[in-house]
């Protein structure tokens, strides 16, 4: 018998978008939530060498990068409701925006959120402010394109919606406790948080995340793997 895929992910990071798929496909799965050091650790980098999650082992398959984690997902578990079909239109509008997300939403919060990464110190300030209004045109792109049902495609929720939901909720609450991003002149993103945050998977996933952050104030490594 197969053993279930086990996802590994940070509470807060972009790896929620691959649990909130799982959920959506009903299929078990177990969650492994890693702190820095495991990420570095040379049994970690035997699942991802990259360090970084998300990451997917699924049997004897493994899975980086959270675009490809989706796609997997969608065509081994086979559900077009949350992903069209190869060769179809919809396919194609999958592709482009889990392309948009990945290399320019997820880069301008990084730009926003962490400039001393990018720039001498001084010049935080001014990257900082070039990174804010890039990030602001980005949402507003956003924003004008939602589907007129409120998510990424009009055939309904896919797994784009998922991956953009855990990276666009870094818009409301950042880990200084503050609000990144006003989304008064947002409405269409606005009324996605509204539409996501409705659903039972979404809540789960959610709820998944919040307890696992809680255990891993105490631990380096919790969740169902055991390493070795």
Same mark, same amino acid.
């Given at each position: !018998?197969?053993?279930? @895929?086990? *996802?590994?992910?940070? @509470?807060?990071?972009?790896?929620?978008?691959?649990?909130?798929?799982?959920?959506? #496909?009903? %299929?078990?799965?177990?969650?492994?939530? %890693?702190? @820095?050091?495991?990420?570095?650790?040379?049994?970690?980098?035997?699942?991802? @060498?990259?360090?970084?999650?998300?990451?997917?082992?699924?049997?004897?398959?493994?899975?980086?990068?959270? *675009?490809?984690?989706?796609?997997?997902?969608?065509?081994?578990?086979?559900?077009?409701?949350?992903?069209?079909?190869?060769?179809?239109?919809?396919?194609?509008?999958?592709?482009?925006?889990?392309?948009?997300?990945?290399?320019?939403?997820?880069?301008?919060?990084?730009?926003?959120?962490?400039?001393?990464?990018?720039?001498?110190?001084?010049?935080?300030? =001014?990257?900082?402010?070039?990174?804010?209004?890039? #990030?602001?045109?980005?949402?507003?792109?956003?924003?004008?394109?939602?589907?007129?049902?409120?998510?990424?495609?009009?055939?309904?929720? %896919?797994?784009?919606?998922?991956?953009?939901?855990?990276?666009?909720?870094?818009?409301? =609450?950042?880990?200084?406790?503050?609000?990144?991003?006003?989304?008064?002149?947002?409405?269409?993103?606005?009324?996605?948080?509204? *539409? !996501?945050?409705?659903?039972?998977?979404?809540?789960?996933?959610?709820?998944?995340?919040?307890?696992?952050?809680?255990?891993?104030?105490?631990?380096?490594?919790?969740?169902?793997?055991?390493?070795?």
């Amino acid at each position: !018998m197969k053993d279930q @895929p086990i *996802l590994f992910i940070i @509470p807060g990071a972009c790896s929620l978008g691959s649990q909130i798929t799982l959920e959506w #496909l009903k %299929t078990p799965y177990q969650v492994g939530i %890693t702190s @820095p050091e495991i990420r570095q650790s040379e049994q970690f980098r035997k699942i991802n @060498p990259a360090g970084k999650v998300g990451a997917l082992k699924d049997g004897d398959v493994v899975v980086g990068e959270n *675009l490809a984690i989706l796609l997997y997902l969608a065509d081994n578990y086979a559900s077009h409701a949350i992903c069209p079909p190869h060769g179809s239109d919809g396919r194609a509008i999958i592709y482009q925006w889990l392309s948009y997300l990945s290399s320019t939403l997820h880069p301008a919060f990084q730009h926003f959120n962490y400039p001393s990464r990018f720039v001498e110190d001084d010049y935080v300030d =001014k990257f900082r402010e070039l990174a804010e209004a890039r #990030l602001l045109a980005i949402l507003q792109y956003i924003d004008n394109n939602l589907s007129e049902n409120g998510f990424f495609l009009s055939t309904g929720a %896919t797994i784009v919606d998922a991956q953009a939901y855990g990276l666009l909720r870094w818009c409301k =609450k950042h880990s200084r406790g503050e609000n990144l991003v006003d989304l008064t002149a947002f409405p269409k993103i606005r009324n996605f948080f509204a *539409l !996501m945050e409705q659903d039972s998977a979404v809540k789960n996933a959610l709820l998944i995340e919040q307890q696992q952050s809680e255990v891993l104030k105490d631990s380096l490594f919790a969740g169902y793997f055991e390493f070795g």
